[in-house]
């Protein structure tokens, strides 16, 4: 598997703080979810 993704440029540069909270959160979920499918019995 392969994933890329940025999370770069003038957006991100305004509110470091934020995205760096929101980019947590995104890979949290993510996580989560890749978590899930592998403990998935089917």
Not at 2 to 14: I, Q, T
């Amino acid at each position: 598997m392969r994933n890329e993704e940025s999370w770069s440029g003038d957006p991100v540069d305004a509110d470091t703080e934020n995205s760096r909270k929101l980019l947590g959160q995104s890979l949290d979920a993510w996580l989560e979810h890749l978590r899930r499918t592998a403990e998935d019995p089917a």
